[in-house]
């Protein structure tokens, strides 16, 4: 008898991370003995600082690790609080602070607390993917927000005029895939044209930390209505801890508790006490920071010589943005082309812009220096 298959619920269709794609096909080629450069997944090469490993070495040994309260340890937010002082002179109570499942679990309980079903959000392309996909699996409607080279891949006030009305706006200065930033004064602007308009803004602030110029600021410092989204994942090099948090509005707070407890009972409580000490490892930290800023400098100096010359200007993260229209009409099939012929993996930009995306693609310097030598000495030999 044929087997009548059930139901499949839509919101689960939404489109793949490609990044996590290449990571795969990269895997696979290792696994028969291919030696790959990882060039495509946006992670640091390092691993958490030495006294991070220690931390939680004896916390297994010394301590019985169960639930923490739904928002976090009150001691961690307390920190995470203490750490808006330091870092960017802003008073963020530490009621307002939730720690999370990495910035992915901020983004869920944010999404789920601030908007209801069929409410726009205005998200920028090219961007984050899982913002897109979250959000459509939640039910809201993502509404693109195109930004090109001469917005420098960021919105502005004149791109959300032209989209009509929106409940909810999800900004990431430095971006993610092109590295971007906002200067203090754009961020200024389009918090305040938020506020006047009465639209969420989400600010995904997860690769702050690292920047090769300016500093970027903090939307938390302008309105204490935004959401702001960290973790970390990136400039604390711990992405396998999956520890993020968020600054909360007062009046998101509770839905946001309720919804923390019932989701998730707690974030993980190990990365919680590891946490603590990361944030007084910024010596160690910023030291991973120069290799990316050297691993930047050398990807900038030698791509352009060979084939790869229209590049975002990366002000932080570490990610170049490629646009490779002159090379390839299907960068989806170049980056397959380019792993398969060189061992190089990258992603192609169809993953941070569905319209777009096929004339970019993403290079990842966030391993190792050598790494980054040998893949432009690689690319420079390809006859592609
Ligand atoms: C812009 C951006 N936000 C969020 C995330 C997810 O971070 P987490 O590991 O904290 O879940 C990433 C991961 O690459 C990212 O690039």
Known sequence: MKRQ?????????????????????ANQLA????DILHLEVGEPGFGAPVSVINVAKTTLDHTILGYTEALGMPELRARISRHYKEYYDVEVPSDRVVTTFGASGAFLLAFLAAFDVGDKIAVVQPGYPAYRNILTALGLQVIPLCAGPKQRFQPSVDLLQEVGPING???ASPSNPTGTMLSKAELKKLVSWCKNKRVRLISDEIYHGISYGNSPATAASFDDQVIVINSFSKYF???????????????????????????????????????????????????????????????????????????????????????V??????????CQKMLEETGVATTPGIDFDTRLGHRYMRFSFAGAEQTVVEAVKRLNNWRR
């Not at 298959?5 to 096909?25: D, W």
């Not at 229209?325 to 170049?334: E, I, N, V």
Request: glycine share 6%.
């Open 5 to 25: 298959s059930l139901k499949v619920a839509q919101r689960g269709k939404i489109a793949p991370f490609f990044a996590m794609e290449m990571l795969q096909a």
């Open 237 to 323: 090099a711990m992405t396998g801890w999956r520890l993020g948090w968020m600054i909360v509005p007062h009046d998101l707070a509770p839905s946001v508790e309720r919804l923390a407890q019932n989701l998730f009972v707690s974030p993980a409580s190990l990365p919680q006490h590891a946490a603590l000490t990361a944030l007084d490892c910024r010596k160690e930290l910023d030291t991973y920071v120069e290799i990316y800023a050297r691993n930047r400098a050398y990807l900038l100096n030698h791509l352009p010589s060979i084939g790869f010359e229209r590049l975002a200007p990366a002000d932080g993260a570490f990610y170049l943005y490629a646009d």
């Open 169 to 171: 706006l999800i900004i």
């Open 325 to 334: 229209s002159g090379l390839t009409s299907d960068s989806k099939r170049f």
């Open 31 to 34: 696994a028969t003995g291919d």
